[in-house]
Every structure is written in structure tokens, then in C-alpha cells.
């Protein structure tokens, strides 16, 4: 969403959904929510540039700093939010012992 678009949508009358606190939002583990939406932070209508693991970064309005909000005060419309499934931890692990063992053969070709 261009800021353009976001000045036209923080002016206008929000539907009536019903806000949940972000960290009550039920994913999957391997699950991540990604930016870039519309939320509320004490009542103030902001966007969510980035979503971490107990945080968010927020950008109060157009051109202002970002700043960094614990997810408990992040008020969302879960049905705007956006999930992508991500490897299992397990699948993560794999990967990374196989790249170890590749650099331990290029660094000692004999093993």
C-alpha cells in the first residue's frame, strides 16, 4: 500500500470488525505474520512496517519516525492480516548442519 493510499484509508470511518491484540492472534508455529497493515495503538490509527516476535514496528503516520510497540498494545482486524508458512524448525535445522558440513569439506578436502 502506497502512503497515498494509506493518508486516504487512516481518513476514512473504520468497519465495524471487532480489533484483536495482535499477540492473540492463533497461528500455526511455523507460521509468520508479514507487514505492511493497519492497526491500532492506543486508539491512533498507524501502519505495521515489520512484525516481530514480541514487537512490531509502526510508523505513526506518513513521514513520521518508526517506532517499536510490544505486540500486546497492537490492536488488528485479523481478517486484513497476511500469513506465510515457513519451513519447519526442523527442516531449518537440516539445512544449516548441511551447509556446515559443505564449508568443512571446501575448508579440509581430505575429510
Known amino acids: 500500500m502506497s ?3 494509506y493518508r486516504k484509508a487512516a481518513g476514512e ?3 465495524h470488525t471487532e480489533l484483536v491484540r495482535l499477540d492473540s492472534v492463533e497461528m500455526d508455529e511455523d507460521d509468520e505474520i508479514l ?4 492497526a491500532e495503538v492506543d486508539g491512533r ?3 505495521v512496517t515489520a512484525v516481530l ?3 512490531a514496528v509502526i510508523e505513526p ?5 518508526k517506532v517499536l510497540v510490544n505486540r500486546q498494545r497492537l490492536m488488528v482486524d485479523p481478517t486484513h492480516l497476511r500469513v506465510r508458512h515457513l519451513a519447519s524448525k526442523e527442516a531449518a535445522r ?3 548442519e548441511a551447509a556446515r558440513q559443505l564449508r568443512l569439506q571446501e575448508h579440509n578436502p581430505a575429510a
Open 3 to 5: 502512503m497515498d493510499t
Open 13 to 15: 470511518q473504520p468497519s
Open 35 to 38: 507487514p505492511d497493515f493497519e
Open 94 to 96: 537440516r539445512g544449516r
Open 61 to 65: 503516520a506518513p513521514g513520521e519516525p
Open 45 to 47: 490509527r498507524v501502519w
Open 53 to 55: 516476535e514480541r514487537t
